[in-house]
T-cell receptor
Framework: RKEVEQDPGPFNVPEGATVAFNCTYS??????FFWYRQDCRKEPKLLMSVYSSGNEDGRFTAQLNRASQYISLLIRDSKLSDSATYLC???????????FGAGTILRVKS | DAGVIQSPRHEVTEMGQEVTLRCKLISGHNSLFWYRQTMMRGLELLIY????????DSGMPEDRFSAKMPNASFSTLKIQPSEPRDSAVYFCASTYLPNTEAFFGQGTRLTVV
C-alpha cells in the first residue's frame, strides 16, 4: 500500500464550480500535512498547510481527519488559473521524511 | 535568496554514461531531499539528509544511484552507469527543521538515450 494515495483525476470542472480532493495516508504516526500545487513543467510549491482544526485561505479550505487518516482540499469558485496538479504531502514523525502523493489533476474550463 | 538552484536544467546523455546532478540549498536550510518524477510513478523520494547526514535512502532505485552532501549547502546525485529507464525530472528540495515547508528547485530533466 502506498504511503499517500490520491485520486489522479482529472477533475474537469467549469469556472465557478466547487471541487474537493481527498487524500489518504497509511502511517498513523504522520505529524504534518500539506497541499502543494504543481503547474505543468514546473516545480511543486506549497499551497497550504493542513491543521487539525481545519484551515481556510481565501477560496481554499483544508481539513484533516486523523481518525480516518485522510486529508481534504476544497476549492470554491474555481478559476481558470486553478488548473494544476494538487499534491498531498505527509511528513512522518521520524526524521522529517516528506512523502508526496501522486497528485490530482484539476482542469477548470470556461 | 535565489532559492534552491539545480544544475543542469536539461541533460541528454547516452546509456552507460555517468550523470551528475547538482543542487544548492537555500542558505540556512539544514534538510535536503532528492525526488524523481515520472508520469507513471509520480514524485518519488529517493533520499533525504538532515544536517548533511543521510537519513533515509530506501528510495534509491539501486546501486547505480548515489548522493552526497559534501557541505551544508550543496548536494550531488550521481547515476553511474545511466540507463534509459532513469529518464525523468529530478528535483531537489530544502527546508529548515523544524519548519517543514519544502522549497523546490526547478528540476533537472534527464533523458538517457
Amino acid at each position: 500500500r502506498k504511503e499517500v494515495e490520491q485520486d489522479p483525476g482529472p477533475f474537469n470542472v467549469p469556472e465557478g464550480a466547487t471541487v474537493a480532493f481527498n487524500c489518504t495516508y497509511s502511517n498513523s504516526a504522520s505529524q504534518s500535512f500539506f497541499w502543494y500545487r504543481q503547474d505543468c513543467r514546473k516545480e511543486p510549491k506549497l499551497l497550504m498547510s493542513v491543521y487539525s482544526s481545519g484551515n481556510e485561505d481565501g477560496r481554499f479550505t483544508a481539513q484533516l481527519n486523523r481518525a480516518s487518516q485522510y486529508i481534504s482540499l476544497l476549492i470554491r469558485d474555481s478559476k481558470l488559473s486553478d488548473s494544476a496538479t494538487y499534491l498531498c504531502v505527509v511528513r512522518l514523525g521520524d526524521g522529517n521524511k516528506l512523502v508526496f502523493g501522486a497528485g490530482t489533476i484539476l482542469r477548470v474550463k470556461s | 535568496d535565489a532559492g534552491v538552484i539545480q544544475s543542469p536544467r536539461h541533460e541528454v546523455t547516452e546509456m552507460g554514461q555517468e550523470v551528475t546532478l547538482r543542487c544548492k540549498l537555500i542558505s540556512g536550510h539544514n534538510s535536503l531531499f532528492w525526488y524523481r518524477q515520472t508520469m507513471m510513478r509520480g514524485l518519488e523520494l529517493l533520499i533525504y539528509f538532515n544536517n548533511n547526514v543521510p537519513i533515509d535512502d530506501s528510495g534509491m532505485p539501486e546501486d547505480r544511484f548515489s548522493a552526497k552532501m559534501p557541505n551544508a549547502s550543496f548536494s550531488t546525485l550521481k547515476i553511474q552507469p545511466s540507463e534509459p529507464r532513469d529518464s525523468a525530472v529530478y528535483f531537489c528540495a530544502s527546508t529548515y527543521l523544524p519548519n517543514t515547508e519544502a522549497f523546490f528547485g526547478q528540476g533537472t530533466r534527464l533523458t538517457v538515450v
